[in-house]
């Protein structure tokens, strides 16, 4: 089997760089013809066996290759694999040769994008590949393999199979409309639709608890000029990353951190002083932090406890810290205070993030969570489409019909199984046709 162009592409699989071993993996027809060029024939499938490679009189290396011919293999076509010394110049001979027996290299994710193409990935698991790769704490790591797993394919796999359903009972219903049993069927979908909603509505009601433990937790730092909000984050980070002034207005733009608390990746984003001001320069900091502030899990208002009360120009903090507890005008009020200048109370203000980081990111119960924007535009496009539907009136069951239609295609999206929906509709303009 070969992808649409039927070229043969090669890739570094490994890091680059000097290494013990650099993995160089080819799919597509030339894969075959390769090894029997370079490896003097192909090896037993899927056993790994030393070959001397070569190609014509040039020398590139004594290492393992593998082959796994289609359909069993990660593309879903002939792939070949090389273990090779992990040098930079035997990398290049192998990939001059391939390049002279007419491969090219692979663009980014073009082995995972054959994969889904053939069949032998949906598009939520090729996704967890990447999650894979990039996962840095053990929460991601576990998140990304139960994707890869198919724990979410299975749970949009599993709520397409109902609206399916629903699409029959409705399609009974236009066909037999003339009957009671056309009522029926129609009410029959209208409750399966309605429970499709309500989980759809519980899935997309997280809180983003998934999205942000794949794409970190983000907090923001706001407060007036001079709270000590820079302090704060070289205080998180444990390095001067910020700078620390006593001129007010000194942090202009968002300065965004990573941080490990408690297991989960957080940015953390310093930002500029919340005040009026006629500063242009300001002025766009303070709309910046204001919007980083939206666009932020969590807001921690910091406040200079020895100053008078200020404006915090409208932004609702989901925490709020009073800083200089060290100087004598500092007053004593409800919530947790700190001095960034000694150090006290910053266990205890960590204590307190790392615990709400990891309430908020925390997966409760079996069900596998939304992980990514795209599936959430999916769903939530799939469930504007159902309460549509439901505003269909009795006596016109397509124009539901139509609606869970739409509904199946988008929510067909997120695992790329969207051409059996075509499928679908032909078998049941067929059934009309014919009726
Ligand atoms: N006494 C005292 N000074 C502090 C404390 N935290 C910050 N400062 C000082 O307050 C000034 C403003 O701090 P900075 O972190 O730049 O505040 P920002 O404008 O909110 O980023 C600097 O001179 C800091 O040294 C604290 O807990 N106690
Ligand atoms: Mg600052």
């Given at each position: 089997m070969a992808a649409k162009d039927g070229q043969t592409i090669y890739a570094l699989a490994s890091a680059p760089g000097r290494s013990g071993v650099a993995v160089v993996r080819v799919s597509g027809p030339g894969a075959g013809p390769a090894l029997t060029a370079l490896a003097g024939g192909l090896p037993k499938p899927r056993a790994a066996t030393l070959r001397t490679l070569r190609h014509g009189k040039v020398d590139i290396d004594r290492a393992l290759v593998l082959w796994f011919p289609a359909p069993h293999s990660f593309t879903g076509e002939d792939v070949a694999e090389f273990h090779l010394h992990g040098g930079r110049a035997v990398r290049e001979s192998l990939f001059a040769a391939l390049a002279d027996l007419g491969q090219r290299p692979a663009e980014p994710g073009e082995f995972s994008r054959r994969a889904v193409e053939h069949g032998r990935l949906d598009l939520t698991r090729a996704e967890a590949i990447a999650d894979l790769v990039d996962a840095e704490t053990p929460a991601q790591l576990r998140q990304a393999l139960r994707q890869y797993d198919g724990a979410l394919a299975e749970l949009y796999e599993g709520w397409r199979a109902a609206l399916i359903g629903a699409l029959g009972r409705a399609e009974a219903a236009i066909d037999f409309s003339d009957d009671g049993v056309g009522e029926a069927e129609f009410a029959g979908a209208r409750a399966q639709a309605a429970s499709i909603i309500d989980a759809l509505q519980k899935h997309l009601d997280d809180a983003r608890r998934g999205e942000a433990l794949r794409e970190g937790f983000r907090l923001a730092i706001v407060g007036a000029p001079n709270a000590g909000k820079s302090s704060l984050i070289n205080a998180l980070v444990q390095r001067e990353a910020a700078i620390v002034s006593e001129v007010p207005g000194t942090t202009r733009d968002v300065i965004e951190l990573r941080l490990n608390l408690g297991g989960y990746l957080v940015h953390v984003a310093d930002t500029a002083g919340l005040r009026q001001t006629s500063d242009a320069v300001e002025a766009e900091g303070v709309r910046?932090?204001?919007?980083?502030?939206?666009?932020?899990?969590?807001?921690?208002?910091?406040?200079?406890?020895?100053?008078?009360?200020?404006?915090?120009?409208?932004?609702?903090?989901?925490?709020?810290?009073?800083?200089?507890?060290?100087?004598?005008?500092?007053?004593?009020?409800?919530?947790?205070?700190?001095?960034?200048?000694?150090?006290?109370?910053?266990?205890?203000?960590?204590?307190?993030?790392?615990?709400?980081?990891?309430?908020?990111?925390?997966?409760?119960?079996?069900?596998?969570?939304?992980?990514?924007?795209?599936?959430?535009?999916?769903?939530?496009?799939?469930?504007?489409?159902?309460?549509?539907?439901?505003?269909?009136?009795?006596?016109?069951?397509?124009?539901?019909?139509?609606?869970?239609?739409?509904?199946?295609?988008?929510?067909?999206?997120?695992?790329?199984?969207?051409?059996?929906?075509?499928?679908?509709?032909?078998?049941?303009?067929?059934?009309?046709?014919?009726?």
């Open positions: 910046r932090a204001l919007a980083q502030a939206q666009a932020s899990d969590l807001v921690l208002l910091l406040r200079d406890g020895t100053a008078p009360y200020t404006d915090h120009l409208g932004v609702t903090p989901d925490l709020i810290v009073w800083n200089k507890n060290d100087l004598p005008g500092f007053q004593k009020r409800d919530g947790l205070s700190l001095s960034l200048k000694s150090g006290e109370g910053l266990a205890q203000l960590i204590e307190t993030l790392t615990a709400t980081v990891s309430e908020r990111l925390e997966t409760k119960g079996e069900a596998p969570v939304l992980t990514r924007p795209r599936h959430r535009e999916a769903l939530k496009q799939a469930l504007d489409c159902l309460r549509h539907a439901l505003s269909a009136p009795q006596d016109q069951p397509e124009l539901f019909a139509e609606d869970l239609r739409l509904a199946l295609r988008a929510i067909g999206r997120i695992t790329g199984r969207v051409d059996v929906e075509e499928l679908l509709d032909a078998v049941f303009r067929d059934f009309c046709i014919g009726k």
